[in-house]
């Protein structure tokens, strides 16, 4: 299917080409495309009666009298006796032969020799009215009075003489030189029926820069379509589509050059010798063609080796039709003797016709608004920026979507650095992906991808501009990659801003958003901690005067009150007093500041998300992607997708067929793929109750083990068995996690290829759901768990409730369940970061180090600079999703769980200074350049974050009302207490209830006796001697109802400030909307400018150009009745 459409594609084209040429060449394509692969390019006319001249100087007149009298000398013809035999055609003319030359004249006139018949007079190789040659030839004469009044007006006196040359097929560009211009002095002397293009005069002007492309052609649609379906022959076709409608552009440098020469240069001397050849170079062997991408393979001596080589064969041929040029190292010149490197160059035809396809923006004109007013303490900001040069390294433009029919509206003041690097390995890759190899089990095959997961390519990147910690040498140009490292990529730098705008230009703008975004979010992660750190701060110097931890921490209150074991049989009494250091670090974290800080991260969150949109929104305009729509990449059609449909449907929309793969194909898969993250989900949580079931049962064992061991003594004050559990129950948590996410992530990423998503947005879509979901799970389950359940659901003595029937459950601490949340989140927080910035930073070092360690075999040779970036690690397609999986999860982190540790935002800020800095140092020494793409936005991620934004105002309520102490002491302190000059005073006895040890069941009762009569445990329950003992008493009620009110009050006040800051602060400041304004309208009126000029100067030359031919004619005409004359 996908070659009919192909094939009726190319044929449109054709006939397009035919009606708008009206030439043989036209209805030869159209003919070539009927019968594909056959048929050869063809010329309208007889190219080799022609007579070329100039205007009257020296040169020209003894120019055209030369071709005069060569043409008189080849010209066949009958001899003037009648019925005489008929010469040979190219044999000589007799000389001194009067007669044969006045014939000779009288033909190139138009005149038929003696004893013919006009009516019935022809001359071989002349146009039959309404033929195509004859519409051609018309045609002609009407782009003759068009051009030879511009050049006229335009230059006047400088005209030259030319030889007229045969037009070449792929001719690479050279300097511009206008087209031959032929004009016919029979066009006004006898009638149509008669005419014969016999002599024929040319006009030419000196170099100069005219417009290539004044029209949009109307075959361009059908190139575009060719383009994105990767059809190989699209720029042959570009050629064709110009060659009748169009002058030639040409570059200086590749003058002499040819379209078999610039693509088969591989097998031509090379200008530079490998030896003498710099190893940074990232040019060709001639020193100027830069090297835009780079394939390497190694010879495979299995059984595919074959297939692999004629899969390469036909691939880079492909390649060389669609006009990329390729260049060859052999292993031999490689370091390591086994590897080809593939180098390939994207000539100026290729980047403007791919550049329309992708519709890249580019200057049409310098920006004339100013720029943003200083921010008035914005001199006390200095140390922290960048040099200009470095955070703006271009000046600012009015952009638009460019249109090789457009050339001239650009400014391009240099072709071969119009294009920035990463749209040139941009507009490359897409040629990649879409580039066919060949057919296999009836099915089309293309796309590098594909070669690379079957290893008949070994590497697919674009070169960096040099080594990182130097920079660049001529010819080279400016070495961006050096001003990275130096600027953004040392750790020194960790105070500066980022040079977003050099990011952007080096490495695309899909990574350049993510550097943007976690840049942002680190400066309001600055607020936060600060905030965070002064409420920590407040309950440290608040320890001392706090009543609850001095109560439990006083001999006389805490060291007298006995609590009940906390373990059947096993584990013993305990007084309060042991539990004091805990008491005191609860504190920290659970006071009156704790619920300030809460309201205020529920607002913090929304603020940070409202103005990361106006970031987005004032990004979107300095980065020209305020048009960008989805559809250009996102939605573009996956390879993987198009080779796997057998079938198409019509599209609603475009009214196009499209490759479509029935739902049914697909269900299986998605049938497979929810049930796989079910059962890992489910996993997660099994072992998350591992994890619970390890702590119950080895809390008896610290517990006996503590109490037994005179030598522990000494720690026992702050290392309780609480204590010792929790902490060994959250390593073993965390490594879990790290375990369950290695083998998670390789299977989540092969499902979603096996559901055969149709776009690269549903893929990643498909990807983000799956592993966010996992890793929510995964991650803060156990701090769910802790803050939502422990302690709960624990009963009373003699009535505790049992998990699976045999383990106890916990129970919190006196002080509350927060500090053990507080140290889960802790642990699995920091560790998470720490464990990642070791990775990220440890694991490329030392894969590069290894692989230059093998690779370097061979010293005396050449290490060039695509072995260089070869033996780097390779930057994924899957790695900026980590990042953001990464980013997310710490956020998760900072806004669900604060309430417990307001030190968390402190945490995240410090993690993320040093990640900028590790991600932009790895991303620029270890890591291959990545393909630039394009975003305009953070993605799926932003609804991810919104969806956390207003979860997390919802955990935390519930966390400061059932995890934390503060609503039961507000409790206590308005309702319960009875000394009114210390009101808290007495609250520890109140919130401890009593049980009677007589009421143990004997498989509960401790191995040891004790002379006590009672224990306390910590909830709201009736005493022994009550007649509904142990049940809930009245303030357990109470209490719950205070809790469920502070809920409520809580979700309430900060959605209506949430809700009410998002209504006041608008998504696009009005700066950025009156910019877009602006630039909307001056592009506007650029474009319209352009047109009109282009209408005016049409219409003049159409005004003028009668007069003009008739003039220019008539000195030709005088001319030939001069060299008559003449004896």
């Known amino acids: 299917m996908d070659e009919d459409l192909t094939d009726r594609l190319r044929a449109q084209f054709a006939r397009r080409l035919a009606t708008e040429s009206g030439s043989e060449r036209g209805e030869a394509a159209a003919q070539e495309n009927r019968e594909p692969r056959t048929g050869a390019n063809t010329v309208g006319w007889d190219q080799q009666h022609q007579l070329k001249s100039e205007l009257p100087d020296q040169e020209g007149r003894e120019a055209a009298a030369g071709l005069e009298g060569e043409w008189d000398a080849e010209e066949p013809g009958p001899s003037e006796a009648g019925g005489g ?111 014969r293009p016999t002599v024929r005069f040319s006009f030419q002007t000196a170099f100069q820069k005219s417009s290539q492309w004044s029209t949009v052609s109307p075959s361009g649609s059908v190139i575009n379509e060719l383009a994105k379906m990767g059809d190989p022959d699209v720029l042959e076709m570009v050629q064709q589509d110009r060659r009748f409608s169009k002058e030639e552009r040409y570059s200086k440098a590749n003058e002499d050059l040819r379209s078999g020469e610039s693509s088969f240069l591989i097998c031509q001397e090379p200008r530079f010798k490998k030896d003498e050849q710099s190893k940074d170079s990232i040019f060709f062997r001639d020193g100027i063609r830069k090297i835009d991408f780079v394939l390497s393979y190694v010879d495979d001596i299995k059984k595919e080796a074959e297939l692999k080589a004629e899969r390469r064969r036909q691939f880079e041929q492909n390649l060389r039709k669609t006009g990329l040029e390729l260049e060859i190292e052999d292993k031999m010149n490689s370091e390591d003797g086994r590897t080809y490197f593939v180098k390939i160059h994207a000539p100026w035809e290729v980047l403007v016709t791919y550049a329309e396809v992708l519709g890249i923006k580019m200057p049409v004109k310098e920006s004339d608004i100013p720029s943003a007013d200083r921010l008035p303490f914005s001199c006390m900001l200095e140390p922290l920026k960048l040099p200009r040069d470095v955070k703006h390294p271009t000046p600012d433009y009015f952009t638009v979507q460019f249109s090789r029919h457009r050339q001239e509206l650009f400014l ?28 296999e089990d009836g099915k089309k095959r293309f796309g590098i991808e594909r070669l690379l997961n079957s ?87 608040t320890i001392p005067k706090t009543s609850g931890s001095s109560e439990i921490c006083d001999p006389k209150i805490g060291g007298q009150i006995i609590m009940c074991p906390l373990c059947d049989e096993l584990c013993d009494y305990w007084r309060l007093n042991s539990t004091c250091l805990a008491s005191k670090i609860s504190h920290l974290f659970d006071n009156e500041s704790t619920v300030f800080f809460a309201i205020f991260m529920g607002i913090w969150v929304t603020l940070f998300l409202e103005f990361w949109k106006r970031r987005q929104a004032r990004l979107e305009y300095e980065w020209d992607l305020v048009d960008f729509e989805e559809e250009q990449q996102q939605l573009q059609l996956r390879p993987e997708f198009e080779a796997m449909c057998t079938k198409r449907k019509l599209n609603a929309v475009t009214q196009e067929m499209e490759p479509y793969l029935p739902l049914c194909s697909r269900l299986p898969w998605y049938i497979l793929s929810g049930v796989t993250v079910t059962l890992w ?91 966010f979901l996992f890793q929510f799970v995964n991650y803060y389950s156990s701090c769910f768990y802790v803050a939502f359940f422990k302690g709960k659901f624990v009963g009373y003595p003699g009535k505790y409730t049992y998990l699976f029937g045999v383990w106890r459950s916990e129970e919190c601490d006196p002080a509350g369940c927060l500090v053990e949340l507080t140290t889960q989140l802790t642990i699995i927080m920091t560790g998470k970061q720490i464990f990642g910035n070791i990775k990220e930073a440890i694991y490329p070092l030392v894969l590069n180090w290894w692989r230059r360690r093998k690779a370097r075999t061979n010293s005396e040779k050449l290490y060039s600079r695509w072995e260089q970036d070869h033996d780097l690690e390779t930057f994924g397609s899957l790695e900026l999703f980590y990042e953001y999986l990464e980013t997310v999860i710490q ?40 393909v630039a793409a394009k975003a305009h936005s953070i993605g799926v991620w932003q609804d991810i974050l919104y969806g956390m934004a207003v979860l997390s105002v919802a955990t935390n309520a519930v966390i400061v009302a059932f995890t934390s102490d503060m609503v039961p002491r507000l409790v206590y302190h308005y309702a ?101 304004k602006r630039e909307k309208l001056m592009t506007v009126k650029i474009l319209h400018d352009f047109e009109l000029n282009k209408l005016k100067e049409n219409l003049r030359l159409n005004s003028a150009s009668s007069t003009d031919f008739a003039k220019h004619f008539t000195i030709k005409e005088n001319q030939a009745n001069l060299a008559e004359s003449t004896p």
């Open 891 to 930: 956020f998760g982190f900072v806004t669900l769980f604060v309430a417990s540790f307001p030190l968390a935002p402190l945490l995240a800020l410090l993690n993320n200074i040093i990640e900028i800095r590790v991600d932009a140092w790895k991303l620029t020494t270890q890591y291959r350049r990545p």
């Open 412 to 439: 391009i003041k240099d072709e071969s650095s119009f294009f920035p690097s990463s749209s040139r390995n941009r507009i490359v890759y897409y040629i990649l992906s879409r580039c066919p190899f060949g057919m």
């Open 976 to 1076: 319960y207490s009875v000394n009114e000059s210390w009101p808290m005073s007495g609250y520890i006895n109140n919130s401890l209830s009593v049980f009677l040890i007589a009421d143990f069941p004997n498989n509960t009762v401790p191995s040891e006796k004790r002379d006590y009569n009672t224990c306390r445990y910590r909830d709201y329950r009736n005493p022994p001697d009550s007649e509904d003992k142990y049940a809930h008493n009245i303030q357990f009620w109470h209490v719950l109802a205070a809790k469920m009110t502070f809920i409520i009050i809580m979700e309430h006040v900060v959605f209506l400030i949430k809700f009410f800051l998002a209504w006041m602060i608008p998504d696009v400041p009005k700066d950025v909307l009156e910019r877009v």
């Open 85 to 195: 035999s008929e010469r040979e055609p190219g044999s000589p003319q007799p000389s001194g032969s009067r007669g044969g030359e006045l014939a000779g004249r009288r033909e190139r006139r138009g005149e038929p020799r003696e004893g013919q018949n006009r009516q019935h007079w022809w001359k071989p190789g002349s146009f039959h009215p309404g033929t195509i040659q004859e519409m051609y030839w018309e045609r002609s004469k009407r782009r003759y009075r068009e051009r030879a009044l511009k050049l006229s007006i335009k230059n006047p006196n400088k005209w030259k003489y030319r030889q007229d040359k045969k037009p070449h097929g792929l001719a690479p560009p050279r300097p511009e030189e206008p087209k031959e211009i032929h004009v016919y002095k029979e066009d006004l002397l006898i009638p149509s029926q008669a005419r």
């Open 681 to 771: 989900m489910a996993l997660v949580v099994a072992c998350m109750v591992a994890v619970i079931v390890y702590r119950l049962s080895v809390f008896a064992t610290f517990a006996s083990f503590m109490e037994s061991e005179a030598s522990l003594k000494h720690v026992k004050s702050f290392l309780t068995p609480q204590i010792t559990t929790s902490l060994s129950g959250s390593c073993l948590n965390f490594i879990v996690i790290l375990i369950l996410n290695f083998f998670y992530e390789k299977i989540s990423a092969w499902i979603t290829k096996m559901e055969i998503p149709r776009t690269h947005q549903e893929y990643e879509s498909s990807l983000t759901l799956k592993m």
């Open 455 to 541: 290893h008949t390519y070994s590497s697919a990147f674009p070169l960096h501009d040099g080594q990182y910690w130097k920079a660049s040498e001529p010819p080279n140009p400016v070495n961006q990659r050096n001003i990275l490292y130096r600027n953004w990529a040392r750790f020194s730098y960790f105070y500066k801003e980022q040079p977003f705008n050099l990011i952007r230009d080096y490495y695309g703008e899909k990574i350049g958003i993510y550097f943007v975004f976690l840049g942002f979010y680190t400066e309001m992660l600055f607020f936060a901690a600060v905030i965070g750190l002064a409420c920590f701060i407040y309950g440290l110097l």
